[in-house]
Every structure is written in structure tokens, then in C-alpha cells.
């Protein structure tokens, strides 16, 4: 029996932001689909508009896995996880091997078309926009949360939004000049009717 798909399918039921108080909840599988999303808007900016050469595929599929090993982990969360070096170190070899025993439940013919996603280069360019598009996807969670009048994201709004200026990519400034202040409209604002 492959079980690959079903560890992923429980995404849906690990939560995001559990320190924190949320208007409405997220989960780790909603959380990917984002990250997806955002890492294709941020390579198709940095190959579109400013002529860059970064792989949109490899970069997609491995934002849609990046979450992959809190199937069996959960999410740590982040204060937590960073606490210091040694904490830090030993979650990622946790995280490393539930990667390991996940990708050991797909069917041998299929482990060299997944496997690479499941443990991406962290060195590679295309990594480097799933990490801009992970705390892209924070950021606007925490835009969600102070729209709905939730100060408890006060905070990490601002920790989030400079660790994105810091990382001084051109195509993350793109988004945040181009599509950022959409994020704080209502539909009707949306569709021109407010």
C-alpha cells in the first residue's frame, strides 16, 4: 500500500500560528497552496520584468513540499524553533528524516521524480524565492489578521515585513509596489463597486 499522497492529504489538519490568537485559522496545506502561488508570482516578476533565468517549476514544486515533513513534526513554531542554535540544528535533522520516511512510502518508480522537491537544494536560486514567498505568505496572513482588527499581529507584521525588505530582492519589491496594497481591500473594492 503507497501511502505517500494520504501524508500529504493530513496537511490539512496541522495548524499554523498556534501561539498565537487567530481570527481564522491556518493550516499547513492552505499555507503550501499560498507559498506555491506567491513563488510562481515572484519567479514570473524576477523572469518577466526583470529578465532573470530562475526555474519556475523547480521553484513551485518545491514551495508545494516545502511543509511536507510537518505531517509528522508538526509546526514548530517559530520562536521556538529559533531559540537558539541547537534547537534550531536538531529540528532540521527531525525535519530531514519525517522527510525521509514519507518519501520512503512512494512507489519506487516514482521517488526520482518527487524526491528531489521533497529535500530541495536550500542552496539554489529557485529556494531562495520559496523562502521570500514563505514569509510573503506570513506577511499577508498577518495583513489578514490586523484587517480583521486582530492586534495580536502587530508584531510580527512588522519582524516579517523587515526580514522581506532585508532580503533585498528586486522581484519581492515588485510585489510589495504592485500587488501588496490590493491585500487591504474589501471584494466590493475589489470589483470597483466601493
Not at 39 to 53: D, F, K, R, S
Request: with cysteine.
Amino acid at each position: 500500500m503507497d501511502k505517500f499522497y494520504a501524508y500529504m492529504d493530513r496537511m490539512k489538519y496541522i495548524k499554523r500560528w498556534q501561539l498565537m490568537r487567530s481570527v481564522r485559522e491556518e493550516n499547513i496545506m492552505e499555507h503550501s497552496h499560498s507559498v506555491a502561488m506567491l513563488t510562481h508570482a515572484l519567479v514570473a516578476i524576477e523572469n518577466g520584468v526583470y529578465g532573470g533565468n530562475i526555474d519556475a517549476e523547480k521553484a513551485v514544486f518545491y514551495a508545494l513540499y516545502h511543509e511536507a515533513s510537518e505531517v509528522m513534526t508538526g509546526d514548530l513554531p517559530t520562536p521556538v524553533k529559533y531559540f537558539n542554535q541547537g534547537i534550531h540544528g536538531e529540528y532540521a535533522k527531525l525535519e530531514t528524516l519525517a522527510v525521509e520516511k514519507i518519501a520512503n512510502t512512494l512507489p519506487e518508480e516514482m521517488k526520482g521524480e518527487l524526491y528531489p522537491y521533497l529535500q530541495a537544494d536550500k542552496k539554489s536560486a529557485e529556494y531562495k524565492f520559496v523562502k521570500a514567498a514563505d514569509k510573503l505568505s506570513a506577511y499577508i496572513k498577518c495583513l489578514e489578521e490586523l484587517r480583521s482588527g486582530n492586534n495580536e499581529f502587530v508584531q510580527a507584521e512588522k519582524t516579517i515585513g523587515d526580514a522581506l525588505q532585508s532580503m533585498n530582492m528586486r522581484a519581492v519589491n515588485y510585489f510589495f509596489e504592485h500587488f501588496i496594497p490590493a491585500f487591504s481591500l474589501t471584494l466590493d473594492e475589489l470589483e470597483g463597486l466601493g
